[in-house]
């Protein structure tokens, strides 16, 4: 916001006094955020998770409509990955992501063995997703993102991963869960409520005092409206 001049009668002698020693009055405008919110994301709850497995024994079956999905390795010793997405829709535009955090129950495990977390890099769909139309070699991050092992409730932070989704720095396709040694028994979304796999996610939202749809620690002139955010002069506040 740049500095501006008011008349004299609108403000008391003393800050009246300030002003013209310093030769003008400067408004300025704090950036204020909401208390911070939080949601479950979760089929039947809230919003919804997509989620299969590859099979590696069957290239061609797409499980998506399982109750139980399968990591690591199958009977017949060919590895199989599970994937999940998330419906991000029940965040409202300008969250400020603070945390998520993914939840699965392992039902069962041979051996405790780690299993990696990896941002998925294409398009899939819970229906029709394979082995044998999905690239797991190209079309997965091959970094991971989080891991765990063990049994029973399992929680992911995957914070930096729904922060890029959310501000389209990274395109929203999900995560997938690999471990290439043993076998891992997990519940789908299909499944019953209270083992159904979730994504918790805390926000704030930013103010907008203006009004212009640009939350105000992104705005460069926060307390007059200027959705173009014209800067003329290339000082870093706006023209309004």
Not at 165 to 183: C, D, F, H, K, R
Not at 198 to 206: A, P
Not at 212 to 234: E, I, K, M, S, W
Request: charged share 10%; proline share 6%; with cysteine.
């Amino acid at each position: 916001m740049k500095t501006s001049r008011f008349p004299t009668s609108r403000f008391p002698r003393t800050t009246l006094a300030l002003a013209l020693a310093t030769g003008s009055f400067l408004v300025t405008a704090s950036a204020s955020a909401t208390p911070e919110t939080c949601v479950t994301i979760r089929r039947g709850e809230l919003g919804n998770v997509v989620d299969t497995f590859l099979s590696g024994d069957y290239p061609n079956w797409a499980p998506g409509t399982d109750q139980s999905l399968f990591i690591g390795l199958s009977s017949a010793g060919n590895v199989n990955k599970a994937m999940y997405n998330f419906d991000l829709s029940p965040l409202p535009a300008g969250a400020a992501i603070t945390s998520a955090n993914f939840t699965l129950y392992i039902s069962w495990n041979e051996s405790p063995h780690t299993v990696t977390v990896h941002q998925v890099l294409q398009p899939w769909a819970e229906l029709t997703a394979t082995t044998a139309n999905f690239n797991t070699t190209n079309g997965i991050d091959q970094i991971p993102v989080g891991s765990f092992s063990g049994w029973g409730y399992k929680t992911i932070n995957i914070t930096n991963l729904v922060t890029a989704w959310v501000n389209g720095q990274a395109p929203a396709y999900g995560i997938m869960l690999q471990e290439p040694l043993s076998t891992h028994g997990t519940y789908s979304s299909e499944s019953s409520m209270s083992v159904r796999p979730y994504l918790r996610v805390c926000y704030t939202q930013n103010a907008d005092q203006d009004g212009d749809g640009l939350a105000d620690t992104a705005d460069n002139c926060p307390a007059a409206a200027n959705a173009n955010q014209l800067n003329t002069d290339g000082d870093g506040a706006g023209d309004a």
